[in-house]
């Protein structure tokens, strides 16, 4: 199976930010629990760690955010990625960091007199 022809994992799951790190090349590692059960047994795992690039605009992370988590596997000598001139194999197993968007915080409509 060619990089052209191999479907990646995209993912979509409910998940807390538990810690992350920023590497001196400007990736962030971010570590993630998964609150969902049912991709618990699915991943066999109840953490995920997803790397967002340095040119990967989104807002600051805090540890304790809870939301939706959108991200997609890189495989190492199949995904590739453009550099600007040709397309380039990725260089290890990775998960993309594409999105998170936290749980909005419940509002009581309570009205004070």
């Known amino acids: 199976m060619d990089a052209q022809t191999t479907k990646t994992l995209k993912i979509m799951t409910l998940a807390k930010l538990v810690d992350f790190c920023e590497d001196i090349s ?3 590692n971010y570590v993630f629990q998964l609150l969902d059960k049912d991709d618990i047994d699915r991943f066999n795992t109840k ?7 340095p040119n990967w605009d ?10 939706y ?3 997609e596997e890189i495989l190492s000598g199949i995904t590739e990625w453009y550099d600007g001139k040709k397309f380039i194999h990725h260089n290890y197993d990775h998960f993309h960091f594409i999105k998170f968007v936290p749980l909005k915080e419940e509002v009581k409509n309570e009205i004070v007199l």
């Not at 953490?47 to 690039?53: A, D, F, G, S």
């Not at 989104?58 to 939301?67: Q, V």
């Open 69 to 71: 988590l959108s991200c």
């Open 47 to 53: 953490y995920l760690i997803c790397t967002r690039y």
């Open 58 to 67: 989104h807002k600051t992370l805090h540890i304790g955010d809870e939301g």
């Open 26 to 28: 400007n990736y962030i």
